[in-house]
């Protein structure tokens, strides 16, 4: 049944009532004087109290002069923005309801938006909240919804103050949070919104200017994927300016533990994923949503300090073309003694050109394994950089200091980094870098399943450890490898309409998890030559005509004749030694 209409009240009076008179004013008149001055405390639980006054009172200090100082010095860069993260039957949605109310009774005219992440959430949970807070509210004073009519969005309309609320369901029509000014801003369930950076600075901020008592409200629970942008920059920025609150169902004190446990029970129990986050505000992985859910960052993230890096070791770079994707590159090697992959660093961009990209491996590789030095005797634009050193003419040669090089065993010499440089199918793109840039590129084996395959054989890696009981893979934390590990972290699965699986989720921290990908073409290709010994040999046979051995150090290391009986002549002679050691 329709609301029915009555003839707005005249609370003007009431609304200029000094607090210590409205005491004498009945039960009704107090409810119309509150409701005329804007002031709905009354409906909210005595949980949410503090956070109501403290949340009232940031709001009158940031519009106080010299704010802006205080804020940059405690590292924020949002002067008007409050950030909520709640359990489930907390009440967030219904506490921020009433300050949307209030802001919108408090000034005349007012213009307010509530963004949902999805559209169905308007009709699911705003619109009855508001029946339900609101019920009591005097005639006029109630916010009545309008559907969409002609250039209008459906909205909340409170016509004693004709105030408008406009209600927008981001996933369906993320174009109608555009406008000419707003008042405030409350965004609903925010971790659960694409692009949700973008849309609160390029495109609610700038409705705010000339108007410095507006301001912006995130609320929502605890994000599935820890790198999303309520995290990574929003709850950050509020938790240095103090404007950061976060609560659980047990803060609740309403709930009974009965009640508590009951909803526990129903998220799968205390210790479920579900509960954990849904409930506990826990930042939990969902093992059915992560691409690599066997990856722990306490296990697989190391100190470099831990790790050094050895003299000889395969060496590779994997990479992960992207058109409308970001290029993706991982640099690492296998140790052979641990039989552990490392990774040491990572780079990732969108719209990367042939040339950036060369460039790029070029100096990574240089910096982490000094590759750019060439066998003995390299000359031309080379000739700064540092060289091997000859041990005397021929194949046997000495690296620059800190250089990472493996032992080839069928031209019996070393050879510089990388050992392997291999990339996702682009045939364009490994064509200019091996043609033009004269980067040794091959394409990665691709087939029917293997892109499966490899993931699961990457999985395998993360899950399990290596015979010599350290992990098969590690990254080290040494500042150039954060991509690798944000999408380690937080990279997940889309699915249809069925809860099937189609693709790696895209974002703007981690991109389409290109450095995941090239990651999982190194680890394939390195992993085969996990048996390789890329160690120089200590002993070498001094007779061997493919071997070059100084006369001087051949002389020095032979030492003294071993006797051996020659039989025709009746006599001992001597023999040279066989070996010659490093």
């Not at 006029?140 to 209600?167: Q, R």
């Not at 976060?246 to 709930?255: A, F, Q, V, Y």
């Not at 690599?292 to 697989?300: G, K, R, T, W």
């Not at 682009?426 to 004269?438: Q, T």
Request: hydrophobic share 35%; glycine share 8%.
């Amino acid at each position: 049944m329709p609301r029915e209409k009555k003839k707005p009240i005249d609370v003007s009076k009431l609304a200029g009532v000094p607090p210590t008179d409205i005491r004498e004013l009945d039960v009704l008149q107090k409810i119309h004087a509150m409701y005329a001055m804007g002031r709905l405390e009354y409906l909210l639980l005595d949980h949410q109290l503090d956070d109501y006054h403290d949340f009232h009172r940031w709001n009158v200090l940031r519009q106080l002069p010299g704010y802006l100082q205080v804020m940059e010095a405690q590292g924020g860069l949002f002067d008007n923005l409050w950030v909520d993260e709640c359990g489930r039957r907390y009440g967030k949605t219904a506490q921020w309801l009433v300050r949307d109310y209030e802001a919108a009774v408090r000034r005349p005219g007012a213009r307010g938006l509530i963004a949902c992440a999805f559209q169905k959430n308007i009709g699911e949970i705003i619109v009855p909240l508001t029946k339900v807070l609101f019920k009591d509210a005097p005639p006029g004073y109630f916010p009545e919804y309008h559907g969409t009519k002609g250039a209008e969005h459906e909205c909340l309309y409170i016509e004693a103050t004709d105030s408008i609320v406009k209600l927008v369901g981001i996933d369906k029509h993320p174009d109608a949070t555009r406008g000419q000014f707003l008042d405030f801003a409350h965004l609903s369930e925010c971790c659960f919104v694409k692009g949700l950076e973008e849309l609160v600075t390029a495109t609610i901020m700038p409705q705010f200017q000339g108007r410095p008592w507006a301001w912006i409200g995130l609320e929502s629970s605890t994000a599935r994927q820890p790198d999303c942008d309520f995290n990574r920059v929003f709850r950050i920025d509020a938790q240095a300016r103090g404007t950061y609150r976060k609560h659980t169902i047990r803060d609740n004190s309403r709930l009974s533990d009965e009640e508590i446990v009951k909803e526990e029970n129903r998220c799968g129990g205390r210790e479920s994923v579900v509960c954990r986050r849904e409930l506990y505000c826990e930042e939990t992985r969902d093992p059915d949503d992560m691409i690599v859910p066997e990856f722990d960052e306490s296990y697989h993230v190391v100190d470099p300090r831990e790790w050094p890096m050895p003299k000889y070791a395969l060496a590779g770079v994997g990479l992960d073309p992207g058109v409308t994707d970001p290029l993706g590159l991982v640099f690492g090697y296998m140790d052979w003694e641990r039989q552990t992959l490392v990774i040491q660093s990572d780079w990732m961009k969108s719209n990367a050109s042939t040339g950036e990209a060369a460039s790029v491996i070029r100096a990574t590789e240089l910096d982490l394994w000094g590759s750019e030095h060439k066998e003995p005797g390299t000359k031309g634009r080379d000739a700064q950089l540092p060289h091997a050193q000859l041990t005397g003419a021929g194949k046997l040669w000495v690296p620059p200091p800190g250089a990472l090089t493996y032992w080839e065993m069928n031209s019996r010499t070393l050879r510089p980094s990388p050992f392997i440089r291999v990339s996702d199918v682009a045939n364009r793109f490994i064509l200019d870098l091996n043609e033009d840039h004269g980067l040794n590129v091959h394409k990665a084996e691709k087939g029917p399943g293997s892109a499966d395959a490899d993931l699961q054989h990457l999985r395998m890696m993360f899950q399990y450890k290596a015979k010599s009981g350290y992990p098969r893979i590690v990254i080290l934390r040494n500042g150039r490898t954060e991509h690798l590990i944000a999408q380690l972290r937080s990279g997940m699965w889309n699915t249809d309409e069925n809860g099937h699986r189609t693709d790696w989720a895209r974002s703007k921290a981690l991109g389409h998890c290109d450095c995941l990908a090239a990651l999982k073409y190194l680890a394939r290709e390195l992993v085969t030559y996990k048996n390789r010994n890329p160690n120089r040999p200590s002993v070498l046979d001094i007779h061997d005509s493919e071997v070059h051995i100084p006369t001087k150090i051949r002389e020095e290391v032979r030492g003294p004749a071993a006797p051996v009986f020659n039989r025709a002549a009746g006599s001992q002679a001597s023999r040279p030694a066989r070996g010659f050691r490093r």
